[in-house]
């Protein structure tokens, strides 16, 4: 290989932007007989794969050379391994490699573990790293606790892979506590976190979505506060490198919303605007979304008009906050405006779903009805369960069960927990008992350990005078061992989150919490005895 050549080589690749021109240069070194020279193969193919994205040619390169070395292995299996639904190729180019008796190193495992989406695979190679002797290179050992945290019952595996390795950094850190956080294993993955020394941005951000995403909002909302305040140690309360970022601001607004903490919402919208946040679609409808869930629809409006470039999500929270709060001409007049907005924004099956919710919470069945129509024969969108269960709450509340029995005989899927849900809701509210009956024996069939279907379905027995029948139920309920799920809520004092469950009595001045609530119902017997 001359130096001129390499130079020559380097020089043009800069300049391709075709695979015309790739090729080309390809024959220019066939011609000058550099056909099998490892390194210019090696050169084109990743050229192909990474800056032209064709992984197709690129793996024509490959098979071009008649003896691929470890390099060139290496480059066609990474390039594979980043691409979605190519992992059975993945793992025929690393068993090709093997059966050349070529040695693997350490930098091309962690891209067939990378492809590996089941348990035995991943002990395949696994076994075959031990084998190897590369089970001590910090960059597998990662790679195989990421990887086993990630597939189906592989997380006992990642645990003792991670309890044995010698030297542990933040990533394999972040890699067993997002294992734990994704199957909502919320204890280990918090035990986890706490043993981690060093913190980066994206150990926070896993733990803290993680916690969000499993419904542990006061936790995540925690953890926020700790990774701002707690573990600050400069200017602004924050170390530089541990500085949210926008994905741990939009968590952060998520878990606020559910819990319904307007007054850290708003202090984390004034964090954003401080700290030089680029408000994007991204964070602008995190925010709506957290003032629309906290009932403060004004503010959601507000930040919602100040998103000049609204995407189909930007509307679609917008509507969404409104029907969430039974503001069913507000919903409806944000359509008609996105509607007449066109261009890109064009309407999709959330849109419908947050349409169908407001005109169910404002009574308008005929233009709830006209709006499923229109989302077939208009825009073409197939309904799906969520659409059919709104549709049939609608017609459920309005009393016309006829119309919402049909509506269930003709749906293209089963019915699920919540089309039946939504039908009892109905009969409750009209007094149709034998229908109640009928759509809480459903839900009892999904889910029969259920305790809170079963307890719906005694209930309706007792309306109906069949105790016998209550007394099957209870029977059954308590020899499964079913409970009903308690209810929860939250409250915000004083910047702090309260979490209460029906019944607990777990909060330290539970006692003062009744003696008041005891003296608010004594206060309103009185006043009921006064009228």
Sequence with gaps: MKPNLNDFVSTILNKINHLNHLKQLQSHLITLG???????????????????????????????????????????????????????LTFSLFKKMLNSEIRPNNFIYPHVLKSSKDRFLTGSVHAHVVK?????????????????????????????VFDEMSERNVVVFTALVSGYLRVGDVENGLEVFGKMVERDVPAWNAVISGCTQNGFFSEGIRLFREMVFVAGCGEGGFCKGNKPNQVTVVCALSACGHASMLQLGKWIHGYVYRHGFVVDSFVSNALVDMYGKCGSLELARKVFEMDRCKGLTSWNSMINCYALHGKCDGAIAVFEKMVEYGGAVRPDEVTFIGLLNACTHGGLVEQGCGYFEMMIKKYGIEPQIEHYGCLIDLLGRAGRFDEAMDVVKGMSMEPDEVVWGSLLNGCKVHGRTDLAEFAAKKLVEIDPHNGGYGTMLANIYGDLGKWDEVRNVWCKLKQQKSYKIPGCSWIEVDDQVHQFFSLDQS???????????????????????EM
Excluded: M, W
């Design 507 to 529: 909060n330290p001045k539970t006692e003062e919490l009744y003696s008041v609530l005891e003296n608010l119902i004594g206060y309103r017997n009185e006043i009921l005895v």
């Design 34 to 88: 550099h056909s099998q020279t490892h390194f210019y193969a090696f050169k084109l193919l990743r050229f192909c794969s990474i800056n032209l994205s064709n992984l197709h040619y690129a793996h024509r390169i490959f098979n071009h050379v008649q003896s691929p070395n470890i390099y060139l292995f290496t480059a066609i299996i990474t390039a594979y391994s980043s691409q979605q639904n190519n992992h059975s």
């Design 132 to 160: 190897t002797g590369f089970l001590r290179y910090q960059v597998v050992e990662t790679s195989l606790v990421d990887t086993y945290s990630k597939v189906l019952g592989g997380l006992g595996d990642a645990k003792k």
